[in-house]
């Protein structure tokens, strides 16, 4: 480790995990490294400009944040010019990066990764002038994350209650309008996915041929609800159905829906949207990742 000041950012109502727990872990890995914590708990009230405040009065070298993506999309919005390595320990009801990138669920493996040496340089998405990490939809499951907010159940288990009232009450297929910088489509369907990475957090590999340092992003296109092709691209199989479901790479696009459709970044609900412009940062965000992702990122 080359580094000895660390901010270590948490989200004290994410989840439902114990944070105190996960705080005194890091201190105590933190303190027989001879490494100065610094803490930051978001209170939703200006945490990116806060943070910032941290940054340009400490000299710190890395970044921790405690969390669910939520956590880890406003820290990324934060730092994302400084070019300071984040690491992540997952504390959410929903934890889709560090599905993504294979952080196993040991508290005590979370926090010595988060201090380790790996670090991958991850691409950014902005949507709408919105910073997006790994997943962004329009359409059912954006559906499925408003109910979720809107009920009294978290984690896992309160995505499963809300599922089948999801799909009673949704008014698919959805109307799009597609346009890239190589071609323009006129499509339906009940989920339409902008995928930077490959999984959600529940762990449905939707986007298996996608890369998060490659410059673009994919657009997955479900056109109805066909559950033998949906577990195929889960099952990362190659002879999916075109007619279920289309995917396509691109480095910037627009969508526009012929009606306001439920429109979700890295788990949080943003509204019902016409319109929606995707390009690729010119930032990076340097991301402390297990040493095995980076050398199956390399091999990929």
Not at 53 to 68: P, T
């Amino acid at each position: 480790m080359n580094f000895n000041q660390v901010l270590l950012i948490v989200n004290p109502i994410s989840g439902d995990l114990d944070k105190k727990q996960i705080i005194q872990k890091a201190r105590d890995y933190a303190k027989t490294n001879q490494i100065t914590i610094h803490l930051f708990a978001t209170t939703g009230e200006e945490d990116v400009k806060k943070i910032q405040d941290r940054l340009d009065s400490l000299k710190i070298e890395r970044i921790i944040a405690i969390g669910g993506d939520g956590t880890i999309n406003l820290v990324a919005k934060a730092i994302k010019s400084y070019g300071i390595p984040l690491g992540i320990i997952p504390a959410g009801s929903a934890n889709g990066l560090a599905t993504n990138y294979g952080i196993p669920e040991s508290l005590e493996e979370q926090v010595k990764i988060a201090f380790g040496d790996a670090i991958f340089e991850m691409d950014l998405l902005n949507i709408n002038d919105d910073i997006c990490l790994h997943l962004s939809d329009l359409g059912i499951n954006a559906e499925l994350i408003q109910n979720y907010e809107e009920s009294r159940f978290r984690g896992k288990f309160g995505y499963l209650l809300q599922s089948l009232p999801t799909l009673l009450t949704s008014e698919y297929p959805f109307e799009f309008e597609v346009e890239t910088n190589f071609k323009k489509q006129q499509t339906s369907g009940v989920l339409l996915a902008i995928a930077n990475a490959n999984k959600y957090g529940t762990g449905a590999n939707i986007n298996p041929n996608g890369k998060m340092n490659d410059g673009k992003f994919e657009i997955i296109i479900y056109r109805k609800l066909d559950l033998a092709e949906i577990i195929k691209t889960i099952r990362n199989e190659t002879d999916v159905n075109s007619d279920v479901v289309e995917t396509f790479q691109a480095e910037e696009a627009k969508i526009i829906c012929k009606t306001p459709v439920a429109f979700q970044i890295d788990g949080e609900f943003k509204g019902e949207s016409s319109e929606v412009i995707i390009s690729i940062m010119n930032e990076k965000l340097k991301v402390v990742v297990p040493a095995e992702f980076n050398s199956q990122a390399l091999q990929a």
